[in-house]
Structure formats: C-alpha cells, structure tokens
C-alpha cells in the first residue's frame, strides 16, 4: 500500500477547481478572452491559466480595459508580465471610447471613468466577438456577486439577470450560449480575498509595487485616501500630505483609496489581511459606496 | 479569533450546504455562524446596525448578513443560492445557503451537489414536518456524506431535553429509512447564540443535558478525507495540450481533474470508450512531474504511446473500469418550467462530454409528501425528483452515483433553449 496524502489543502482544492473551469471554458467557448488588470485577482488568473495550459500557449488573448487613469506602475508590470509569458495583450481604451464620443467623460473633483469602462468592455466584446470573458471576479467582494454564477450569462446588451440564472452542478458546467449572449466566467469565484493572497504568497507571485507600503502624497477624501494624482481634481480643504500607504485593490487612481500600512513584504501584507477589521471594497472603493446596491445595479447594466 | 497566515496556508475545505425555511431561523443562523467566527467586518455590521434601526428590528439583525439582491432585500424574500465562505483556525468553510421555500428542490439540489456536508434546519417547537424529510432525502440521492439536523430554537421549547428527544427519536427513523450514514443532531439557539459557535450564556444550566459539540466544533472535526474515492481510478480528458513548439515538439498532454483513485506514472490505463490500451508516461503540474495525484486534484497526464485521444475520453483502471454504457437509469431532478414527458430528446452533459439521449421511460416520481415512488408519470413537473431510463446517441463511461460522485452525475440540457434543466444521478448502466 502507497501512503497518499489525501489531505488537499483549501488552496489544492480552490486551485483545482479554478483550473478546471479554465479549462472548461477554452473547451466549451469558441472565443473566450481573459481579461487583466494587473490586479492581485487577475494576476492569480494569469497563473491559474499557466496551470491549465503548459507547456502550450494560451488558447485565449489577454486583455485589458484600461481607464487612462491606471496608476502607471501598474500598466508597466501589466506589459511585462503578458511579455514574459510570451501571450498575447490586447488594450481596450476608454479614452478612445471617449474620442469617438462613444461615452462622456464626467467632470468635476468626483469624477471617475469607472462607469465608462463598461461600454469599453462591450465594444471590444463586440469588436473581437469574444463570446466569453473570464475575469477575477469573488463572490465575498460583495453581496450581489454571492449569488452569481461561476458561468455568468448576458444577454446581447452586456446584462446579468440575476433571477434567470441557469443552476450549476457539480463541476459540470453548460457553457452553451443563446443567440447573442455572451457568458462572463469567474473561476475565483470561490476564492476570498485572504485566499488570493495567499495563493500569490504560495508561488511566489511578482505584483505591482503599489500594493506594498509606500511613501505617497496623498489626500483625505470621504475617510479615504486617494493618490495625489493629474487626474483628480483636489477640493479647496483637501490639503496633500505624505505617509505609508498601499493599495488593497488596484482600480482607476479616481476611485481606489489607499490605506495606510506599514507592510512591505508578501508576509506583512497576508498578516495585515488576515486580522483586517473592513472589507475590501468598503475600505477602498468609492464606486460601492454610492448606494446600497451599487453593485448590483452596474452588473445589471453590463458591468463586470 | 485571530489566526496566524502560516497556520491557514495549510487548512482543509469543507464544502457544505444549508436548507431550511426563512421561518426556521436560517439566516440567522448563517449569520451567527460569520459572526461569531468574526467574519463580519466593521463596515458590514455597521451596515445592517443602520438596517436593523430603519426597519424597526429593535436587535441587531443578523438575518440581513445574508441578503443579496435587492428584490430580496424589498420583499423580505431569498430567490438564489448563495455561496458564502468564512475560514477558523482549523477549516476553511465555503457553504452553499439554498433558499428553503421557493423552488426549494432546485436550490437544494443545486447547493447540494458539491457539498461535503448538509445542515437541516428545524424548529424545535414544530420538530420533524415534511420539510425535514425532503430536505433528507434530497441529501441522500445526492450522496451526501455528512448530515447535520440543526434543532434551533431551542429557547422557545425552555431548553427541553424531552422535547429534544422525542425529535432525535424521530430522526432517527427518517435517517434509517433513508439510508443516511452519518447524522449529527445538535440542540441550539441561532438567535442567542447557544450551541452555534460557542456554548452561550446561560447554557450549561437550560441545556446542561447536551455534552455533544457546537455546530462549528462538530464542522470543524468531522472527517471528510475519507470521502474522496481513492479506489477506482477515473480521470476524463478535458484539454488535450499539444505545444508544437521547438522544445516540446512531441508532447501531448492530457489536462483534467482526477475524478477517483490515485494516479502516478508506470499505471495501466484503458482509454473509454475505445478500449485501447496503454500506461502512465507521466503525471504533471506547472512546478513539473507529480509522484502521484489524487480525486479533485487538476492535472495533466501523458500516456506512453500516442493514442487518438481527445476531450470526452475517460482514462481508468484497466481492471476495474466503468461501463460503457448506451443505457441509464438515474433518479433525475427536473429543474425546468417545461414538463419533461416521456421520448422527449435532450442533452447529456457527463464528465467532459456531450451527449444526445431520448428519456425512454419515466420510471416512478417520488411523491414528495410521502417520500414514496408512484410508478409511470405522464410527465415530470419543476421539482419532481424520478427514476427515469435514458437511451444515449453515443456511449458514456460512467459508474453508478453511489459509487463515484464525479463520475455518476450528468445535466440535462434542452438543445431549443440551452437551458440547464435537470440534474442526474446514476442508478445502473447498460452497454
């Protein structure tokens, strides 16, 4: 008798699961598309794809919808990391959408193109006619995505229904589309944010440097700490000043808040993660605080 | 509770469901288990603090932890399973919370499929109805292999151990006739917090009469490693990887998750459903050759000699292989509108592959009051859980649903719409 170990910790099973979706979808799809930020939960993405397809290439794109407010440090490892691994990047431009007046850019010291990425997103959907986009969505980052699917239909306008969802059983998955509907697929779905640190600290994952403790103008909005940035406007009272920050999420400099932190190595941060008292979002993004089912009402009308 | 990154690199995942009514406290109950484990977070308890004092709750409200939607939140109603994790010093927790009322077969069956473990909810005052038997026998078709019978409420009976009792008594034969192996009954008060994760103020005097585990003790030790079918190798092709590069100019892989057994290079294979033979060249990851794999583990597989295999293939053990079947005959959930009446075509899902299938005969549908079989239906309605012989376009490699969960569980898909409508469980094959 062999001794097995049968014990599979939770990120085995969690890592197991994601690549089996991965892979379901390059199977089931006839164009599938992975989309990247340059986010800790797309860079997991990244290599959960490099698990299920090594040593061949992806049999997808990347790509990226990128604001025009990224935080450079972020669109830097994005163009390396994608280079290393010899894929495929492709760049959706919100700013383009703007100059083809595609969408209008909001004005004033709140002013975000948040919102905007979602007709960027269906365009290039649209433009490539990708039918799937896999994405790095979890469902504890908020309570309308605890009840989404890991295989996550539209219809031709880029929307969820959550009350027409199909049941998903096992790890048997029906990725068969309607005329005109393309499916988003989050094979992290199970995963919390503690898990993806995790993970990244498990295989030894590079990330952008701004999600560990630096010194960084910044200043206080809302209780929340925004970069000193050319694309915020600062208000008359929001004097800037310089302490140790990092960034939890990495989303558009207009809507990612900083929190103040002193962790500058993997270690620090999961410590920091694990006995953080505030969620995520809560702490760091401007775009769910606006109403009570902000994020409900964005995946409605096509957001991610 | 504060827990050391170090220590939960390395914890177990339990998988489980929920299922109970709205009126048996079971979001309460969800919502005492997240946040007495501390995983409620400042903002959210602020959040349903603010909610609780709107609505006029006069407590803190931890039933709204768990609402999602906002036509939930309007109509005090949940409509969808929701996934929900939390994480203790010794497990890792991803449970599945399945509405009770509202197409509650569908849901249960949905959050069922995956789970370790199912926690039945009843209320102490009104004991086992026929809720609790549904709600059990759905864990029983759907194999699976832990049970826990939340008796919450408790309070409102006075802590009775009598009452309690006459209610695990009755479990008991439910459990039996159903063939349950391992039930766990646990006397508690969602909204006090007795017996959920702690003890509870005031216990040891109103229930001194329990000496068995809180429900997140019990969670946290049951034994799931078990479970995992490391008998019968079963692993389905799903991603055929072929470079073509200069470096990896002959390689071919086979990508998938091991469905049973444990895998490592040297092991005969028969490849299903074409019969042909070969063995293990290898069993890799990313980080390069694996000493072995085990069920759940994703994989890839390379063989010693270059067979026509592709996605669909099953690899196993050539000694106990599953049978090739172009019969079936499983207990199906239907899970559509539309009635399932007899000869009517649809779509196999099984493992990686895809069949057509004719469902020949509605066998029996269970009545879902008294929990027994009433022989050939006209048709299947939403809900309706039956025994149903299916005749397949092409063969499927298959074992029975008890044997192999992975391996004996199929959906159904209507080709007009390409609605998942039905859920399958493997009584016996034909070939």
Redesign the interface.
């Given at each position: 008798m062999?001794q097995?170990?049968?014990?599979?910790?939770?990120?085995?099973?969690?890592?197991?699961?994601a690549?089996?979706i991965v892979?379901?979808v390059?199977?089931e799809l006839e164009r599938p598309v992975l989309l990247f930020s340059g986010g800790k939960d797309s860079i997991v993405l990244l290599r959960l794809a490099?698990?299920?397809?090594?040593?061949?290439?992806f049999p997808f794109p990347v790509m990226h919808v990128d604001t025009g407010h990224n935080f450079p440090e972020v669109l830097e490892y994005r163009d390396r990391r994608v280079a290393e691994l010899g894929e495929t990047l492709l760049v959706a431009s919100v700013q383009e959408s703007i100059d083809n007046g595609r969408v209008v850019e909001e004005t004033g010291p709140r002013a975000s193109r948040n919102q905007l990425q979602t007709t960027t997103l269906l365009d290039a959907i649209e433009q490539h006619r990708f039918d799937a986009a896999i994405g790095g969505a979890r469902?504890?980052e908020e309570?309308?995505r605890?009840?989404e699917r890991i295989f996550s239909f539209r219809d031709d306008f880029g929307q969820w229904n959550?009350?027409a969802?199909?049941?998903?059983?096992?790890?048997?998955y029906?990725g068969?589309?309607?005329r005109g509907e393309q499916v988003r697929v989050f094979p992290i779905?199970?995963?919390?944010e503690?898990?993806v640190?995790?993970y990244i600290?498990?295989e030894n994952l590079e990330l952008p440097p701004i999600y560990f403790a630096h010194e960084r103008e910044v200043f206080r909005r809302d209780g929340m700490l925004y970069a000193v940035s050319e694309f915020v406007e600062r208000q008359d009272d929001e004097d800037p000043f310089t302490v140790s920050v990092r960034f939890r999420t990495v989303g558009d400099m207009s809507c990612t808040g900083a929190v103040a932190s002193e962790a500058r190595s993997l270690?620090d941060v999961?410590?920091e993660i694990?006995?953080?008292?505030?969620?995520e979002r809560?702490?760091t993004r401007a775009d769910d605080r606006a109403s009570?089912?902000a994020m409900?009402d964005r995946k409605r009308v096509g957001y991610f | 509770m504060s827990v050391t990154s170090s220590e939960l690199m390395a914890t177990e995942l339990l998988r489980l469901v929920t299922a109970g009514s709205v009126d048996d406290g079971k979001s309460t109950l969800i919502g005492r288990l997240l946040y007495d484990t501390k995983q409620i977070l400042a903002d959210q308890l602020e959040h349903i603090e603010e909610t609780s004092q709107r609505r006029g709750d006069g407590y803190v409200n931890l039933a709204l932890l768990t609402d999602g939607l906002r036509a939930e939140r309007e109509q005090g109603i949940t409509i969808d399973v929701a996934y929900r994790s939390f994480v203790t010093a010794r497990r890792r927790f991803q449970l599945a919370d399945a509405p009770g009322h509202v197409q509650y077969t569908r849901n249960m069956v949905t959050g069922a499929s995956t789970a370790d473990l199912a926690i039945i909810l009843l209320d102490a005052r009104k004991g086992v109805v026929e809720q609790t038997r549904r709600h059990s026998y759905i864990a029983a078709i759907l194999g699976i292999p832990h049970v826990v019978v939340a008796v919450n409420k408790m309070d409102l009976v006075d802590f009775s151990e009598e009452r309690y009792r006459a209610i695990e008594q009755e479990l008991r034969e439910t459990s039996e006739r159903l063939e349950l192996r391992d039930v766990r009954v646990i006397p508690m008060s969602a909204l006090r917090g007795d017996n959920v994760v702690e003890r509870g103020e005031g216990m040891p005097q109103s229930m001194a009469w329990y000496d068995g585990p809180t429900l997140l003790e019990h969670l946290e030790t049951v034994e799931i490693a078990g479970d995992r079918d490391l008998a019968h190798r079963r692993f389905p092709v799903q991603w055929v990887i072929r470079p073509i590069s200069d470096s990896h100019h002959d390689y071919r892989g086979y990508g998938g998750q091991v469905a049973g057994g444990v895998w490592a290079a040297g092991d005969d294979v028969v490849v299903l459903p074409s019969g042909r033979r070969s063995r293990v060249a290898a069993v890799e990851s990313l980080d390069g050759p694996l000493d072995l794999a085990v069920a759940g583990m994703s994989v890839t597989i390379r063989l010693e000699d270059a067979l026509d295999v592709s996605r669909g293939d099953m690899l196993a053990d050539p000694m106990e292989s599953p049978t090739v079947a172009r019969e079936l005959e499983a207990t199906v959930c239907w899970m559509a509108e539309r009635p399932l009446e007899p000869r009517t075509r649809l779509v196999v899902k099984h493992t990686t592959r895809t069949v057509r299938a004719i469902a020949d005969e509605l066998l029996s549908v269970v009545d879902i009051h008294t929990l027994e079989d009433q022989p050939s239906p006209e048709r299947l309605e939403l809900n309706d859980v039956a025994r149903v012989r299916f005749r397949l376009a092409e063969p499927l490699a298959v074992d029975s649903y008890a044997e192999n969960r992975a391996t004996g569980a199929f959906i159904l898909i209507d080709e007009s719409t390409n609605d998942t409508v039905g859920a399958g469980m493997i009584l016996s094959a034909m070939s």
């Open positions: 062999i097995v170990p049968v014990h599979l910790s939770h990120l085995d099973e969690l890592e197991a699961e690549v089996h892979r379901e390059a199977a490099e698990k299920a397809f090594r040593p061949g290439k469902r504890d309570r309308a605890a009840k959550p009350r969802q199909r049941p998903e059983l096992w790890n048997l029906n068969r589309l309607r779905s199970n995963w919390t503690l898990d640190w995790q600290a498990r270690e999961v410590a694990a006995a953080t008292r505030v969620t809560g702490e009570e089912a409900e | -």
